[in-house]
């Protein structure tokens, strides 16, 4: 009946951690990424906070908490679509609650 969850997927190497910070620029780039007007502003400074080093890497002392999050979940965001997919081929709606609620 609810959707199985997966653990989300951190980055073991210094390259999955830069793909994964590319990817969110991309995703920005792309206007795919929209967030709400209340988090907005930290969410985008954290972002843009991210600076690169005179060889093209990323500068690691740059990535606070909130931007090292939110490139992770976008990261992961093809399998969450995924996951809403599946609900919509099985039959649940999202905001249904189950049984004991």
Do not use: W
């Not at 199985?4 to 830069?18: D, G, L």
């Not at 990817?23 to 907005?40: E, F, L, N």
């Not at 906070?49 to 890497?57: D, F, H, K, Q, T």
């Not at 093809?78 to 039959?91: C, H, I, K, R």
Request: charge should be negative; glycine fraction near 6%.
């Amino acid at each position: 009946m609810f959707p199985k969850f997966t653990q989300m997927s951190t980055p073991q190497t210094r390259a999955e951690f830069e793909e994964r910070l590319h990817h969110i620029a991309q995703v920005m780039k792309d206007g795919k990424m929209h967030i709400s007007s209340h988090i907005a502003d930290s969410i985008g400074e954290s972002i843009l906070a991210v600076r690169l080093l005179p060889n093209g890497r990323i500068d690691f002392l740059s990535v606070d908490e909130t931007a090292r999050l939110q490139a992770n979940t976008m990261f992961q965001r093809p399998s969450f679509e995924d996951m809403a997919q599946a609900n919509d081929e099985s039959g649940i709606v999202e905001g249904e609650q189950g049984p004991n609620n």
